[in-house]
C-alpha cells in the first residue's frame, strides 16, 4: 500500500522507519508521475517488507527543496535514513524492482 508522507511527518515516516523505504516525489499534474503511480502499487503489494511513500511536491516544499528534486518523478530509495540510491524521470516496473533489490541487498 502507497501511503503520502508530508513535511510533518516524513522524520518519522522515513528517516526513523529503519530498513529499505522508497519514496516517489511527484505532482497531480505529471503525467509521468500518474503512469508510475500503478507500478508502484504493485510494488508495494509484491514487497511487503520495504515501505512506499509518496510526496506531493506541490504540497511539500521544504521537503522536495532538501532533497534536490528538480525533476518528475523522483524515486529516493533509503535505508537506516540515509538516501543510497536515486532515479529521475520515467521509469518501468524493473526499473522500479531493480532500485528496490539494490536497497535490499546494500549495506549501507
Given at each position: 500500500?502507497?501511503?503520502?508522507?508530508?513535511d510533518d511527518?516524513f522524520q518519522?515516516?522515513?528517516?526513523?522507519?529503519g530498513?529499505?523505504?522508497l519514496?516517489?516525489?511527484?505532482?497531480?499534474?505529471?503525467?509521468?508521475?500518474?503512469m508510475l503511480?500503478?507500478?508502484?502499487e504493485t510494488l508495494a503489494?509484491?514487497n511487503?517488507?520495504i515501505k512506499?511513500f509518496t510526496?506531493?511536491?506541490?504540497?511539500?516544499?521544504?521537503?522536495?527543496?532538501?532533497?534536490?528534486?528538480?525533476?518528475?518523478?523522483?524515486?529516493l530509495i533509503?535505508?537506516?535514513?540515509?538516501?543510497?540510491?536515486?532515479?529521475?524521470?520515467?521509469?518501468?516496473?524493473?526499473e522500479v524492482d531493480?532500485?528496490?533489490q539494490?536497497?535490499k541487498?546494500s549495506?549501507?
Amino acid at each position: 500500500m502507497l501511503v503520502q508522507t508530508n513535511d510533518d511527518s516524513f522524520q518519522a515516516d522515513v528517516l526513523n522507519s529503519g530498513g529499505v523505504v522508497l519514496v516517489d516525489f511527484y505532482a497531480t499534474w505529471c503525467g509521468p508521475c500518474r503512469m508510475l503511480l500503478p507500478i508502484l502499487e504493485t510494488l508495494a503489494e509484491e514487497n511487503p517488507d520495504i515501505k512506499i511513500f509518496t510526496v506531493n511536491v506541490d504540497e511539500s516544499v521544504n521537503l522536495y527543496s532538501s532533497y534536490d528534486v528538480r525533476n518528475l518523478p523522483t524515486l529516493l530509495i533509503f535505508k537506516n535514513g540515509n538516501v543510497i540510491a536515486r532515479n529521475v524521470g520515467a521509469v518501468t516496473k524493473s526499473e522500479v524492482d531493480d532500485l528496490i533489490q539494490f536497497g535490499k541487498n546494500s549495506t549501507e
